[in-house]
């Protein structure tokens, strides 16, 4: 199942506070969401419409509510949320995933 997220650089922020976004994702948002139990892997992109993709192979759904509450996560994503903004995001599922939750 992939969790897909996605986020935009605050227009405000300085240039320093831009470059600041990617070292926060490197060394505290990736290390922190595959620490999760349920979290197989972690990939960040930039768009070219210049939207941060995130996509983290999970588990099932209730990794993604292990993301949101788990301590290491909250720290980091405090310092991404202060440079950027959400603006969207969705979770796919493979089939085996889909009939679990919803049947045939």
């Not at 831009?18 to 994702?25: C, G, I, K, W």
């Not at 983290?56 to 909250?74: E, M």
């Amino acid at each position: 199942m992939l969790y897909v997220v996605r986020f935009r650089v605050k227009e405000s922020l300085s240039s320093e506070e831009a470059a600041r976004v990617h070292e926060v994702l490197d060394t505290q948002v990736i290390p922190a969401t595959l620490q999760v139990e349920g979290v197989r892997s972690t990939l960040m992109q930039q768009s070219f419409n210049g939207e941060l993709v995130g996509i983290l192979d999970i588990q099932d759904l209730a990794t993604v509510d292990r993301i949101l509450v788990d301590p290491g996560c909250r720290a980091a994503f405090g310092e991404f949320y202060r440079l950027t903004v959400r603006t969207g995001g969705e979770i796919l599922f493979d089939r085996p995933q889909w009939q679990r939750l919803y049947g045939s």
